[in-house]
């Protein structure tokens, strides 16, 4: 057995398929349970360096990215009341934190993941984001993903992945920015004759 089978294992207890070959409706029931239970990014995370690890970054990197990590993941272009979220996550984040006068402050990516469900996770708006108009089970679509290439009114934005792939957005800009940092240090030792 594989060592995902065995974490599988512990996790779902019902079997995958009934003994006719469907699919187990307690076994979904069981799996659905399962993954609302899973807790935070801010909570699962909080021991990886690089997450815990405060940086710099200005306000409009988290409202630019919650944007940008929205429409990614919304069926429609833009999702419904987008500018009214953004506008009240930065009135949040304007009070909540302390900013220095260059309009900074230091956070770590859980700082910020915890930030955007303390302000937005009981939001209505985020709660409509969160809701399918249409239930695609009754249909003859196979998926959820078919459904909703279908009618977009079958699709949702998953709220704990739109905030964790803030974070992972931000997380990408560090990596990118660090590295820079790595090489233009490199190369002004090189010119400097440091080793």
């Not at 200005?58 to 919304?74: E, N, P, V």
């Not at 997380?171 to 660090?178: F, K, L, Q």
Request: negative net charge.
């Amino acid at each position: 057995m594989e060592k995902d089978d065995i974490q599988f294992e512990h996790i779902i207890e019902q079997p995958f398929l009934t003994e006719d070959g469907f699919v187990n409706p307690a076994c979904m029931n069981e799996l659905e349970a399962a993954i609302k239970n899973i807790p935070p990014a801010y909570e699962r995370l909080k021991d990886d360096p690089e997450w815990s690890e405060k940086k710099y970054i200005f306000k409009d990197y988290i409202t630019s990215s919650l944007a940008k990590s929205a429409i990614r993941q919304s069926s429609y272009p833009c999702p419904k009341d987008l500018d009214v979220v953004i506008k009240y996550l930065d009135a949040c984040l304007s009070k909540s934190v302390q900013w220095d006068k260059f309009g900074m402050t230091k956070l770590s990516l859980c700082d910020i993941n915890k930030l955007l469900f303390d302000i937005l996770y009981d939001m209505p708006q985020i709660e409509d984001w969160n809701t399918p108009k249409k239930d695609w089970r009754n249909t003859e679509f196979d998926c959820c993903g078919d459904a909703e290439r279908s009618d977009p009114d079958y699709g949702f934005i998953d709220i704990y992945a739109l905030f964790r792939n803030v974070c992972l957005d931000i997380r990408r800009e560090r990596r990118e920015r660090d590295e820079f940092d790595r090489k233009f240090d490199k190369e002004r030792k090189e010119e400097n004759g440091d080793t």
